[in-house]
């Protein structure tokens, strides 16, 4: 039986995973639904350059939904759709894509729903 009430928090993790060169890193929680994730990306961070050498897969095929805290980020899509989102957005991401951070800010992202594989040695 589900417990009436649960809590967790992205900032005692269950899990920290950095990403490639310093840029970044995923931090997770574990509910009975799945993982929830806090991502921070740094200025200079590519999916292509610090994570795809972790995943191995020549773009992202995580499933993402989630919601920007702050930053921006641009995502292409391998067939060329692209769009870029800022704070206080909520995205959906279907496979197959690039991202990286726009300007001068982290980028940080909760994501309930693609990050527990992502950047997973």
Not at 41 to 50: A, K, M, V
Not at 85 to 114: E, L, R, S
């Amino acid at each position: 039986m589900m417990p009436g009430l649960v809590r967790k928090s992205l900032d005692s993790p269950e899990e920290t995973r950095p990403f490639e060169g310093g840029t970044g890193q995923l931090q997770l929680v574990n509910l009975e639904q799945g993982a929830v994730g806090r991502a921070t990306f740094l200025p200079g961070w590519r999916w292509s350059l610090h994570v795809k050498p972790i995943a191995k897969t020549e773009s992202c095929q995580a499933s993402h939904m989630g919601y920007f805290v702050s930053g921006r980020m641009k995502v292409v899509m391998d067939d060329g759709e692209e769009l870029e989102y800022g704070p206080g957005d909520f995205a959906t991401m279907a496979p197959g894509h690039d991202a990286w951070v726009v300007g001068d800010d982290p980028c940080v992202i909760i994501d309930w729903q693609g990050f527990a594989d992502y950047a997973k040695p």
